[in-house]
């Protein structure tokens, strides 16, 4: 065990297994020279070459592109994507080939891809620095998407990323990168992409969050357990499609109220598929409607420090003053 | 060379009646392009180089070895349709055992995939050789430029073959690029680019000889442009007397590319009016089986619409 934020997680996770398989290979703008924008690859150039740390021209579509070929003949490419919001050049290759190869072919071809993407705000990223992109991925049949939010899983799920013999969009939420860190397992340890993980074990309500707004429930969580004895279990979904509906539903049924919260526009978002799985399978064990926080219908997100504030939290302490409000409904 | 040339039309015109039919809900026509797509195709390597076609390739994947009888299990999306298991519109390409890289509808897509192939072959100093079919309209697509920019900047070992028969559905060149010559872009991304007489089979078989050579010997990629014509309309779905002049496509029908290599052949006296006759109505005869055995053929259960989303295991 050691103690690492998860910026360095998904360094170390990465860079063991370049060392220890050439079939891995990185690939996109900035990696090499500079060593990635949030230097996870610095100095990886020299140690593995030129032709395994690949700057690549600036051409979104391009890299998916061209990864995805590289994966049909064998490779195992790490595509990254410098932000996320640069990601929408590339829709048609995720969504029209990468997911799709498998299912056209019948099951004759596949395509191990491991697609990584920093997404998120409230680093002051403004409207293209900041997005998030999971909805429009996780609607699609054929790739997964997960958003690790712990060191811990952010290395184990990437080794599974790598593993995996189908794509997999892997999004990292930029603002756990340096903020967040916890101890991290020694060794090549895999955390399976699929299941949810219940990271604050509760009785009185059942929250159901993933990326950065994890760590705001987890705090709200603690401070509604020593300001009122509120025990609220926090469920991190970490694999967004294919959503783990057992592990969310089972703690629903235990605590008998549901809040999800998530940072993206509330419209449309992975946790609209929550509330209306939860809705679905187990409406009779409810006290409560079920509530949902997401970010206001605005463009994500306005620059200006109020403005973001704003649109990550519209109210002071909102989540945790919505957490109260269920509890004593 | 001749008998894959004549297959792939007789091939074409059996499709289109069983369209006309009724039997075959969507054809894709590729009369008019056999010189340059078999010309072309001559040159690969089975069981060594990679296939990455597009939709209108019939002929590219016939010499590649896929066989009637699977050309017509696509067509009529029967379970084992080699391509797809009946789940894509026929002519969407993909034979894994004759490495034929699975295609899809968008335009352009498969050229990165090309790039991406190539560059996993040089990277393991591999001996093969990856060739990439499209038509003009793809070369107008960011893909097609991505693609062909990444294969410039590392040398890969791809061909890119335009087969230019200067419509984009019904889009004319002259509305879809400045230039006369897609070749001519070549230059752009810092390797050659060549145009060819489309309808001219060893003229393709030459122009892709060559590119072939310098993408074995390290050189890198080059584009290849066979100036070729559509005799028919984009599939069978479409009205081409809509937007192409009738006299145009008479004027095209003249070189025949399949009629312009059977004379050739007469001259070279290895084929004569006898020699033809037997050939087509072999080939006509196997066309025929190979239809009948795929119109009997299983379709796919409906269930079985639910698998292969993701990986299910080695089969």
């Keep these: 065990m050691s103690e690492k934020n998860v910026v360095t997680a998904i360094r170390d996770a990465l860079h063991d297994e370049m060392a220890a398989d050439d079939r891995v290979i990185l690939l996109g703008e900035d990696v090499g020279n500079r060593g990635g924008v949030f230097r996870i690859s610095a100095g990886w150039m020299e140690e593995f070459g030129e032709d395994r740390v690949i700057d690549t021209p600036l051409a979104e579509s391009g890299i998916v592109g061209v990864a995805i070929g590289m994966a049909l003949r064998g490779l195992l490419p790490v595509a990254e994507i410098q932000f996320a919001d640069f990601i929408h050049p590339a829709f048609d290759q995720i969504v029209s080939e990468a997911a799709r190869l498998r299912y056209r072919s019948n099951g004759a071809f596949g395509c191990p891809l491991v697609i990584r993407a920093p997404c998120g705000g409230g680093i002051h990223g403004a409207l293209y620095h900041s997005q998030s992109i999971e909805a429009f991925y996780a609607h699609v049949p054929g790739i997964k998407v997960v958003m690790p939010s712990t060191p811990a899983d952010a290395a184990g799920m990437l080794r599974s990323a790598l593993r995996d013999p189908d794509p997999v969009l892997f999004l990292e939420h930029k603002k756990t990168y340096r903020a967040v860190k916890g101890e991290v397992p020694d060794g090549s340890y895999e955390i399976p992409i699929g299941p949810a993980d219940v990271k604050r074990e509760g009785t009185d309500l059942t929250c159901v969050s993933y990326g950065y707004s994890l760590h705001t429930c987890l705090d709200a969580a603690a401070r509604l357990q020593e300001d009122e004895g509120i025990s609220i279990e926090v469920v991190d979904v970490r694999t967004i499609s294919p959503l783990d509906t057992e592990t969310i539903v089972a703690s629903v049924r235990k605590t008998a109220k549901a809040i999800v919260v998530y940072e993206d526009n509330r419209s449309f978002g992975a946790g609209a598929e929550i509330v209306a799985t939860i809705a679905e399978e187990a409406m009779f064990d409810l006290d409560a409607p079920i509530v949902r926080v997401g970010a206001p219908d605005i463009p994500a997100m306005p620059f200006a420090t109020p403005l973001e504030h704003f649109f990550m939290e519209p109210e002071p302490d909102q989540i945790y003053r919505r957490m109260r409000d269920l509890a004593h409904h | ?315």
Aim: charged share 25%; proline share 5%; net charge negative.
């Design chain 2, 1 to 315: 060379m001749y008998r894959t040339i004549l297959t792939a039309r007789l091939l074409d015109e059996a499709a289109l009646r069983q369209n006309r039919m009724g039997r075959a809900p969507f054809v894709v026509p590729a009369e008019g392009h056999e010189a340059c797509q078999v010309g072309t195709a001559w040159v690969m390597r089975k069981g060594v180089d990679v296939w990455v076609p597009y939709y209108r390739d019939g002929a590219v994947v016939l010499a590649a070895g896929m066989t009637p009888f699977e050309i017509f299990l696509g067509i009529f999306a029967k379970a084992d349709d080699p391509s797809s298991g009946g789940r894509q519109m026929p002519s969407h390409w993909g034979h894994k055992g004759l490495d034929i890289i699975s295609g899809s509808s968008p335009i352009a897509t498969q050229i990165p995939h090309a790039a991406g192939i190539a560059y996993a072959i040089k990277y393991r100093q591999e001996d093969a050789v990856v060739g990439c079919w499209f038509g003009d309209g793809a070369t107008s697509e960011g893909d097609w430029h991505e693609g062909l920019n990444f294969a410039g900047i590392h040398r890969l070992p791809v061909i890119f073959v335009c087969e230019n028969n200067q419509y984009a559905i019904s889009v004319p060149q002259a509305k879809q690029m400045a230039v006369d010559n897609v070749a001519d872009r070549a230059e752009g991304y810092g390797f050659p680019g060549v145009v060819v007489d489309g309808n001219d089979v060893l003229a393709c078989y030459g122009a892709m000889k060559q590119a072939h050579e310098r993408a074995r010997a390290g050189e890198g990629p080059t584009l290849i442009e066979c100036k070729t014509y559509r005799f028919l309309g984009h599939t069978s779905d479409d009205d081409d007397k809509t937007y192409r002049p009738r006299d145009e496509v008479e004027e095209a029908r003249h070189n025949d590319p399949v009629h312009v290599f059977g004379e050739y052949l007469r001259t070279q006296e290895v084929l004569d009016d006898v020699g033809a006759e037997e050939l087509r109505l072999e080939i006509k005869g196997e066309i025929d089986t190979a239809l009948a055995a795929a119109w009997d053929a299983a379709d796919p259960t409906p269930e079985s619409a639910m698998r292969h989303v993701f990986f299910e295991g080695e089969a």
